[in-house]
């Protein structure tokens, strides 16, 4: 069984790509994030006709994930139990369109677009750090309460959590950038101390191994990226791992996301 993440950065602009990966790629589940779509204007077709069932969270042109599957898709649950909101007006209540769960050939995926704190100082950054200390609660719970839960929690954390994990660290520190600071990195860290798994990273170390690459500056053929996507197993999950790899090819060519597939086989 095969299981994927793949940050698309809008389902309707690369719809012809996503179909001709899953092709060719041949997995079995794949969570997405960022489809920049509402649910009447996803492709559901496009992934019927391929043999995925899908299911779908977008509310605007912003955010938006969505799980497709070919080994089932049960129990589909949109947002994680006390997901917390941005802002405190009563028009700003409700949840972004940023987690979709649903049980596939029995793992239960998680599909997760984690807020971006914009910058270190913006108000965006609390919201990210609270985001994810709910997300790892509600985790760690599920997992308490049933120790074999094959639990993953797949898809753009919009952190790298190692200086290796970014092209320049030295720059990135310069520039008071986000995605690198001490409070992001602990909030990350947190999940593998509540004993969940990075399931890609064993098989994909060394340096400059990236899953992102800005449009800007050139940075895919400079090799300038950074590792911000990635499958966090439980220790059930984690045991069923056999290899994992970053589809670094299909950042290429026109019209490529910035952000690269990662997989993840399990026996």
């Given at each position: 069984?095969?299981?994927?993440?793949?940050?698309?950065?809008?389902?309707?602009?690369?719809?012809?790509?996503v179909e001709a990966w899953l092709q060719?790629?041949?997995?079995?589940?794949?969570?997405?994030?960022?489809?920049?779509?509402?649910?009447?204007?996803?492709?559901?077709?496009?992934?019927?006709?391929?043999?995925?069932?899908?299911?779908?969270?977008?509310?605007?042109?912003?955010?938006?994930?969505?799980?497709?599957?070919?080994?089932?898709?049960?129990?589909?649950?949109?947002?994680?139990?006390?997901?917390?909101?941005?802002?405190?007006?009563?028009?700003?209540?409700?949840?972004?369109?940023?987690?979709?769960?649903?049980?596939?050939?029995?793992?239960?995926?998680?599909?997760?677009?984690?807020?971006?704190?914009?910058?270190?100082?913006?108000?965006?950054?609390?919201?990210?750090?609270?985001?994810?200390?709910?997300?790892?609660?509600?985790?760690?719970?599920?997992?308490?309460?049933?120790?074999?839960?094959?639990?993953?929690?797949?898809?753009?954390?919009?952190?790298?959590?190692?200086?290796?994990?970014?092209?320049?660290?030295?720059?990135?520190?310069?520039?008071?950038?986000?995605?690198?600071?001490?409070?992001?990195?602990?909030?990350?860290?947190?999940?593998?101390?509540?004993?969940?798994?990075?399931?890609?990273?064993?098989?994909?170390?060394?340096?400059?191994?990236?899953?992102?690459?800005?449009?800007?500056?050139?940075?895919?053929?400079?090799?300038?990226?950074?590792?911000?996507?990635?499958?966090?197993?439980?220790?059930?999950?984690?045991?069923?791992?056999?290899?994992?790899?970053?589809?670094?090819?299909?950042?290429?060519?026109?019209?490529?996301?910035?952000?690269?597939?990662?997989?993840?086989?399990?026996?």
């Open positions: 069984m095969k299981i994927a993440t793949w940050n698309v950065n809008s389902i309707r602009a690369r719809a012809d790509r060719r790629s041949d997995v079995d589940v794949l969570a997405i994030q960022e489809t920049k779509a509402k649910d009447e204007n996803f492709p559901w077709d496009m992934f019927e006709s391929n043999g995925y069932e899908v299911a779908h969270f977008g509310l605007n042109q912003w955010n938006g994930v969505a799980i497709a599957s070919r080994v089932g898709l049960d129990d589909v649950e949109r947002t994680f139990p006390g997901q917390p909101h941005f802002g405190k007006t009563e028009e700003t209540t409700a949840a972004e369109a940023r987690a979709i769960g649903a049980t596939c050939g029995g793992v239960r995926i998680w599909s997760l677009y984690v807020p971006n704190g914009r910058a270190v100082n913006d108000p965006h950054m609390p919201y990210k750090l609270e985001w994810l200390k709910i997300l790892k609660d509600q985790a760690a719970g599920w997992v308490e309460a049933d120790p074999q839960l094959n639990l993953a929690l797949m898809g753009d954390f919009n952190i790298a959590p190692r200086d290796e994990d970014v092209w320049d660290i030295d720059w990135f520190r310069a520039q008071n950038a986000t995605h690198i600071t001490e409070p992001e990195r602990a909030a990350f860290q947190a999940f593998l101390d509540a004993g969940f798994q990075d399931l890609s990273r064993p098989y994909t170390e060394g340096p400059g191994v990236y899953t992102y690459w800005d449009y800007t500056q050139l940075r895919f053929p400079k090799k300038q990226g950074m590792r911000i996507d990635f499958a966090l197993g439980s220790p059930a999950l984690a045991a069923r791992v056999t290899g994992a790899h970053i589809d670094r090819e299909e950042r290429k060519g026109k019209g490529a996301s910035d952000h690269a597939p990662v997989i993840v086989e399990l026996d």
